[in-house]
């Protein structure tokens, strides 16, 4: 390969990663916000809002339904997340979201519902493991 053509390419990819490096800011800005204002509707006991504003969250993170993930067991949404290689920032919002979820869960007397949303959440964290590399 010729130096033009080398340095071309690298320029190329270079201009595709900061592509991605948008994109996943963009992503942590827009679920973090949601997130934020998850726990806000959360405190002022509004468990409605909470869910939609948290499921919109999970929804943007996996571009899947967020009825569907939520009904997932721990293993099977970390397989999931696994798949879609989400940077540490976003899985740490996701797993705040099904928090926030749990949460307005507790509040409804959805106790049940509720432990399975913690434990989706603490299956997330668990990915964040420091010898992943992301």
């Not at 997340?81 to 007397?109: C, I, P, W, Y």
């Not at 959805?110 to 432990?115: D, L, Y």
């Amino acid at each position: 390969m010729s130096c033009c053509h080398q340095q071309k390419a690298l320029e190329e990819g270079t201009t595709s990663m900061q592509y991605e490096s948008d994109y996943v800011l963009r992503l942590v800005e827009q679920m973090g916000g949601l997130v934020r204002q998850a726990f806000q509707m959360l405190a002022t006991g509004s468990q409605e809002r909470t869910f939609e504003l948290a499921e919109e969250a999970i929804g943007l993170a996996l571009d899947l339904d967020p009825q569907m993930t939520s009904r997932l067991a721990p293993q099977s949404l970390t397989a999931l997340l696994e798949l879609k290689n989400l940077d540490d920032r976003v899985l740490l919002l996701v797993a705040d979201a099904f928090d926030a979820l749990a949460s307005a869960l507790e509040q409804t007397g959805a106790f049940a519902e509720a432990e399975l949303r913690h434990q989706q959440a603490g299956a997330v964290l668990k990915m964040l493991d420091p010898s992943r590399a992301n």
